[in-house]
Structure formats: structure tokens, C-alpha cells
């Protein structure tokens, strides 16, 4: 039989800004330790990670931004990949679904299933911007949520209540685009009919899968059970990968079609030119490949059934083993808010605590949000590093290495007769290596991580109480009690490796292990007799009260920013009409003279030059300006704006200016020098 090999993907986040520890907490941590688990027991594995590219939120972004979608996408997955590659999340690759590979991919399987008759066609009416002359995707409408009475509830989800929605289940709908109440007009779209997959996926998941953890099992009873409905799989949008058959024009793949279909397009390019393996051995049947994901709970339905039913169409592929979704990470108490503010974003911890990487994933898998919310605060953080890897684990180990140093030049004593307290102390050591498999094998990644702090707890009480410092002129005693604690820290190098791998590679280096296969951990003997052992090396540094308090202070600080921003922002005036808008005359000018208005703080009188004319023009930009370093700045002006009478002087236009939320002026300007007199459009 073909050897057992295993396909782990993770969850492709919006491209649409960095992460922060919720998702890594809930995705890339749990994700990471299993992989490196199964890579230390000699498995064959592939494990898949990138960004999702095409999503309505990465428009947004851009809209917001001012840029293209492509400048929003290219920005984020590099700063996402950079920081899980810091962090120490061993992907094997990292794509986007913007590439070449993955249009073909998705367009591929698009065409195959919509050939194979696959596909139902139906005219709906969606929700449509008459201001803006578009058809609206589900996160360009809020409105009250039905459930919970949530008056910014999105046209896809309420992000209060957590329902699934569709937009015409929005109370009060507005488009996010125009502000204004959107009107239903009639387009056609493809559906994948899940209500004929249902009795499969009854089958398949209710009876074959009841060993899935209990939160993922029972969302899809409940959606099974309250009835499945065919799901569009188009959109109408310009920015996604167009709808590769004729009626096409103008549509492109739903995201949550063509996202899951990355992880298939992303082994692809990862095996593209591997000459031993291929990436059907890892998605199709004959392969003999486990596929797990791992994901956030919000990520269920997708993951459990709609994407099995989508695989199950494509003909011979895998479905997925496992899918060990965790719970949501809140923060201080509070749930994370990215429109808020309200997290602690990966790439700024990195750069704030570059030496701290394993003490965030150990504070991370210790509070894993496995079968409820679980919270992330600054104060633990600090505990989890002071009480219980430092006080714990590095002291075990340092005091351990000291000792050997003390007594024997830092060479490894070969042990003599045991004691039964020796005995005892290898025995319970040796049953840890099966306590973490199993913990790990069941996805209870804060129980394994619990067992391995427990192996140093042995530790701690074995050096306490033989008291080796006590008995130091019985050498070969001294010697035997060193050596059952170093053995101890060469199991804790192994086994701790998928949680702390930065730790236990140096303690693995400094106790000479070159062989960290998971195996090597149920030997009696794992180190060498009379190998120099490295100096003792703090492997945990204290975290001070002042170090957590500016990083309080910085979290609280981000939100205030950011309400004061959305406080501050001037709300959308009433729409005009395009004839309106028309009959304004915006130029471009320069000023030519400059002065203060006597008596007045605010008021500066400009003469502009607008190339029909030069005008006398009253601003109130005087706590902005200096008069003397405006003269020859070229800006826009409203040329055919009423005279205003203004202390005295007659105002003949209007000078447009920027404001920001802090209530600063800027000149609205061309980029590049323009003609006096230019349109502006």
C-alpha cells in the first residue's frame, strides 16, 4: 500500500491588512505544531499556506486607500509571509490566489463541472447602486441585522451575532458605496445546488465524522439540519477571476469558490518541478493522503461543506479527514476589531519582542481557543514568561548545565548504579513521548503542551530533591543525578520542538543531539558520554512591569486614534445630480501674491492667477500658511463661485483644501505642474 502521507492546509486570510494574534492563535500555531510533529516522526507531509486576493474587503481597502486592489494584495502577502516566517510557521508554500497558476486552476475546475451540467442557472435580483451604476457585492451593504437588532450588520454575515445572512435579509439596506438605499434589479448567476449534496453530506459528516471536535460537528448539524440552499458561486465584480464560459461577461468567481480551490493550486506550484513527488499524490485518491484544515470557526461551513461537495464534484479527490477549527482569541476581554484598532498586529510584536517568538507561541498554545473563546492579555504574557518558562524550564535546564560545568568541566557524566528514585524518575520521563503523541494525534494541543511543561516539573523535582550540590565529593552520585537531569533536558529538546522550536534547537545544539526524530525521545539513553556541553545560557529572559505597560498604553492609545478618526470623519452630504456637478468650474491656478487679513487670525487674502483671469480669493488658512511660502504654489479653485463679501474684501472663488481628522489643511494640487487655467475633472 502506498505510504500514508498527509495534505494540512491553513486558512488564506484577506490580503486586505497584517494579522494579528487571533489568527494566529486560531490557525497558524496549531497548524505549525502538528506539521512539525509529523515531520519528526519521518511523515510524509505538504503543508500548504498564501493569501485570499479576490475578496469584496480587498476593494474596499483600495477604494479606501486610493490605490488598485493588486497594490492592496501585494502589500499585505508579503508583510503576512514575512511575519509567519519570523514567527516560525514552516509552510511549504506561500502563494496568492492572484497567480498565474491558481486563475488556471480554479477556471479549470469552473469549466469541467459547469460541462458536466454541475451548475444551476439562475436570474435573482440583487441589490444595485444606481448612483454608482453597479451591481453591490454582500460587504458593500449594511443594514440591521434581523437577528440581533445590529444596525451595521454586512449583506454576507453579522459580525455582532455571528449569523450567516444574505443581503435581502438586511433591515434598512444602504450601499456602502453612494450611502444611498439600494433597488433590486434582476442578474443571472451560477449556483452550486448543495440541497441535492445533502443526503451525501448527512452521511458523510453525521455519521462517518462524529469523531470531529464537538464545536465543528455541531455547527454542520445545525446547518444540515435547518436545510442547505443552492449557493451562487459568481459575482458580479471586476476584480476576481472572470467566469471562463460564454454568459461570463462581467462576473468572476465568488471567493468562497475560488479561495479553497488555492490550497489544490498552491501544491501545484509547489510540486511544479519536484521529480519525485506530485501534487496529485497529495489530492487524489490513489495518493493515500489525509487532507486536515485548519481554520477559525467562522470558516466551518466552507471548509465542511460546501468545499467537500465542490471536491466530490471534481471526481477522485480527497475529502478532508479532520477539520480541528478552534474558537475565536479575544483580547484584554474584548473581541479583536480591526475598524477599532483593538489588537495586537503579529508584524509589530515581532518588531517590538524580536527574542520572544517562542514565548508567544507557548502564551498563544497555552490559552489555544480549542473548544471555547479564550482571552490573550499583556499580564499574562509577561507570567507565562517569567513564572513558567523562565522560573520553570530555564531554570531546569540552567541549573542542570551549571551543575555539570561545576562538577565535571561541562563533559556529560556516564551514569552509574540507578537508584529507584533514578528508576522512577527515567521511567515517568520515558511515558511522555506517547502522553504528547496522543494529545497532539487528537488536535488537543494545550493538553500536549501541558505534558511537556510536566516533563520539566520532573526535572525541577528530581534536582530538588537528590540535592546534588549536597553530596559533591560522591562523584560518580553526582555524576548519575546530572545525568538523568540532562537526559531529561535532551527529551524536552525532542518533544518540545513543534511548540518552542527555537528553544529546543539551541538546547538540542548545546547538548550535542543531532537526531531530533521524534523517536529518539523514548531511548533511555539519548546523549553522549563525555560530549561538552555548551556553557550555561539564560534561555528565558524576565519581561519587566514597564515593558507591559507601554504595550497597554500603545493598545490603548491605537483605539483612541482610531475612534477619534471615525469620530472626526464629515459624514457623506446629500447626492447631486450629474448636471449639478457639471455646472462647477474647477482650474487649476497659481498664487501669485499673498497677505494676511488685518484683524483676522484665519483669513488670508490671495491674488490667484487662473489663466483667464487673476483674482482676489479670501482663505481661511492662515494657521496652515505662511504667506510668504505659498507664493507660487499652483492649487484648484472653484472659479465660478459667487462673489462673497469677506471683512471688507469681495471673494471671487473658492480655494479647495484637504482636511484630516486632526483638523489640518492641505492644498488639493496637481502632482505635476499644469497650465494655469486647466480643467480639473
Known sequence: ?????????????????????????????????????????????????????????????????????????DKYHKIIGDSLKQLGITLDVFSKTTSKQHYKTASDLFKKLEGEGAFTEQVTEQYYDEANNQFLADRYITGTCPHCANEKAYGDQCEKCGSTLNATDLINPKSALSGNKPVLKKTKHWFLPLDKYEPWLKQWILEEHKDWKTNVYGQCKSWLESGLQPRAITRDLDWGIPVPVEGGEGKVLYVWFDAPIGYISFTQELLANDTTRKWEDYWKKDGNSKLIHFIGKDNIVFHCIIFPSMLKLFGDYILPDNVPANEFLNLEGEKFSTSQNWAVWLHEFLADFPDKTDVLRYTLCSNMPETKDADFTWKDFQAKNNNELAANLGNFVNRAFVLTHKFFEGKIPAPSTLEEIDKNTLAQAKEFNAKISDSIDKYRFREALSELMKLSNLGNKYLADTEPWKIKDNAQRVGTILRIALEIAGKISVLGLPFLPETTT???????????????????????????IAPAQLLFSKIEDDVIAAQLEKLKASREQAQQAKTSAVPQKENVTFDEFSKMDIRVGTIIEAEKVAKTAKLLKLKIDTGIDQRTVVSGIAEHYKPEDIIGKQVTILVNLAPRNIKGIESQGMILMAENSKGELAFVSPVKEIDNGGGVR
Open 1 to 73: 500500500m502506498t505510504q500514508q502521507r498527509y495534505t494540512i492546509t491553513t486558512a488564506l486570510p484577506y490580503a486586505n491588512g497584517p494579522l494579528h494574534l487571533g489568527h494566529v492563535a486560531g490557525v497558524y500555531i496549531p497548524a505549525d505544531i502538528y506539521v512539525r510533529y509529523l515531520r519528526a516522526k519521518n511523515e510524509d507531509v505538504v503543508f500548504i499556506g498564501g493569501t485570499d486576493e479576490h475578496g469584496v474587503p480587498i476593494t474596499i481597502k483600495a477604494k479606501n486607500e486610493g490605490v488598485t486592489p493588486q497594490q492592496v494584495v
Open 506 to 532: 539551541k538546547m538540542a545544539t548545546w547538548l550535542g543531539i543531532s537526531n531530533t526524530q521524534w523517536s529518539e525521545a523514548d531511548k533511555d539513553i539519548l546523549l553522549t558520554d563525555g560530549f561538552t
